[in-house]
């Protein structure tokens, strides 16, 4: 599927494949990493672990407990949205997760990713609940969760080591009667 930006360039948005190139998916977390955005990991990643990232992620898929959309511009990948369907009991419980390119980000592309992916989640698992967190002064993804309808739940205080200050891990769920 394609997609406009605000600013007229297009992306295109679709699944994660086995035969995406290991390399541009390392360098898009490697420079989310770098720019200490507000995504969980802090250690830079190697082509190797990647490797078996990619693997594993694609195993997942094929079990039915994860959906990958991923985003890409001129073939690089700038964003990924995931969705992880909890185990055993929690299996009617999905986790979302986010993160973009600064390269694209302010232009509309979170909110599609996720709208799509939402989509996608209550078609294919009818889920209970849909949740996600964030880390406390993530203002941009706290903002565009409530935008679509996600409210907060509960709160870990001083849960996230964010480069040596103690923030709270938000967590918010999603208002499943709402239709996009
Ligand atoms: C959070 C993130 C996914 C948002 O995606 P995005 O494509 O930039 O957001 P959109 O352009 O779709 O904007 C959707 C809404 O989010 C909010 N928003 C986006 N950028 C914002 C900013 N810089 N400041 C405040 N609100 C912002 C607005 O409410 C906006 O709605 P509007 O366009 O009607 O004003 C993106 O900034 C990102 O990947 N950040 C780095 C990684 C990260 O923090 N991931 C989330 C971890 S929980």
Not at 126 to 145: D, M, R, W
Request: with cysteine; hydrophobic share 40%; aromatic share 12%.
């Amino acid at each position: 599927m394609e997609f406009v930006l605000k600013d007229g360039r297009i992306v295109e948005i679709r699944p994660l494949q086995p035969t995406d190139d290991v390399f541009d998916l390392c360098r898009f977390i490697n420079e989310l990493i770098e720019e200490k955005s507000y995504i969980a990991m802090n250690e830079k990643i190697t082509p190797e672990s990647e490797a078996k990232w990619l693997e594993n992620q694609i195993d997942k898929m094929r079990h039915d407990e994860l959906i990958d959309f991923r985003a890409f511009l001129d073939g690089r990948c700038v964003g990924g949205a995931e969705a992880r369907r909890g185990k055993w009991k929690e299996r009617d419980n999905v986790e979302l997760g986010i993160a973009l390119s600064k390269e694209v980000r302010g232009q509309g592309l979170g909110r599609k990713l996720l709208m799509e992916l939402i989509k996608e989640v209550k078609k294919k698992w009818k889920p209970k609940h849909i949740y996600l967190s964030v880390t406390e002064g993530n203002e941009p993804a706290k903002k565009l969760y409530e935008g679509l309808g996600f409210k907060e739940f509960a709160r870990f205080p001083e849960w996230v080591n964010h480069y040596g200050v103690y923030k709270d891990r938000i967590w918010m769920e999603f208002a499943i009667q709402k239709n996009f």
